[in-house]
C-alpha cells in the first residue's frame, strides 16, 4: 500500500538553475497539494491541483514557480532560476476527494542552493 | 485570513511525563483540526483529527478535544515516551487547504 512518493529525496542546484520536483499520489487519489516549509517554520501552502487543472495556487510565488498534474504521470512542481531563498523542504500530499479530508503526505524533497 | 497558534517550543520531558502543547486557532466557521507528527527526515503524519465541535480525537495514547468556546484544539498524552519525540503541527482546514502551526519540538528524555 503505497503512500505519497516523493523524488528526489534531496536536491542541490546552483543560482539559476531549475529544479524539477515530482510527486505521485497515493492510489485511488486524484487530488494533490503542494507545501513548503521554511527552516524553523511550519508548512505554507502553495498550491492544490487535480488532474490536469490547478484548483488554488493562491500560495504561489507570482514567478519562476510552476506547478502541473498531467493526466499520465505524476505531479511536477517547477522552479526556474532558482535563488538562495527557494532552499527548503517542499512537501506533497494527497487525497481522494476535495473538502475536510485528512491529506496524506510525502517524505518530502529537501532542496538546497548553492 | 485563518491562522493556527502553537504554544512555543522546545518541549523537553522525562519518560512517563504528562504532555499538553496548546493550540488555538482563528477561522470563521466550524473547520475540521488536526494534529500531525513529523520524525526527523521525514514527512508528516496524521495523528488524529476532529470534524465538529466537541469532537475527542485520539491515537496512541494523544488526545485533544474541539473546543469552539476557546477556539482551542490542545494536544494531551499521559505517559509519554522516548519514541514520541518529535516535532508536532496543529491545523486546520478550508476549502482542501491547510493551515499549520509553526510546529512544537518535543524531546522525551529516558
Known amino acids: 500500500n503505497a503512500g505519497v512518493m516523493q523524488n528526489p529525496r534531496h536536491l542541490v542546484r546552483r543560482r539559476g538553475q531549475e529544479a524539477r520536483l515530482r510527486c505521485s499520489p497515493m492510489k485511488g487519489h486524484s487530488h494533490v497539494y503542494w507545501y513548503r516549509q521554511l527552516p524553523e517554520e511550519g508548512l505554507k501552502f502553495m498550491v492544490y491541483l487535480q488532474k490536469e487543472n490547478i484548483i488554488d495556487e493562491s500560495g504561489m510565488p507570482k514567478e519562476r514557480f510552476s506547478a502541473e498534474f498531467p493526466k499520465e504521470g505524476p505531479s511536477i512542481l517547477r522552479i526556474q532560476q532558482v535563488v538562495r531563498g527557494d532552499s527548503a523542504a517542499y512537501f506533497c500530499?494527497?487525497?481522494?476527494?476535495?473538502?475536510?479530508?485528512?491529506?496524506?503526505f510525502g517524505d518530502g524533497t529537501r532542496l538546497s542552493i548553492l | 485570513g485563518d491562522s493556527v497558534t502553537q504554544m512555543e517550543g522546545p518541549v523537553t520531558l522525562s519518560e512517563e511525563a504528562f504532555l499538553t502543547i496548546n493550540c488555538t486557532y482563528t477561522?470563521?466557521?466550524?473547520?475540521?483540526l488536526f494534529w500531525y507528527v513529523q520524525y526527523p527526515g521525514e514527512g508528516l503524519q496524521l495523528l488524529l483529527k476532529?470534524?465538529?465541535?466537541?469532537d475527542k480525537g485520539s491515537n496512541k495514547g494523544f488526545e485533544a478535544t474541539y473546543r469552539k468556546e476557546t477556539t482551542s484544539f490542545h494536544l494531551e498524552k499521559g505517559s509519554v515516551q522516548v519514541s514520541d519525540s518529535a516535532v508536532y503541527f496543529c491545523?486546520?482546514?478550508?476549502?482542501?487547504?491547510?493551515?499549520f502551526g509553526e510546529g512544537t519540538q518535543l524531546t522525551v528524555n529516558p
Open positions: 500530499a494527497s487525497s481522494p476527494k476535495e473538502g475536510n479530508q485528512p491529506q496524506h
Open positions: 477561522a470563521t466557521g466550524y473547520p475540521s
Open positions: 491545523a486546520l482546514i478550508r476549502g482542501s487547504r491547510l493551515t
Open positions: 476532529a470534524t465538529k465541535a466537541d
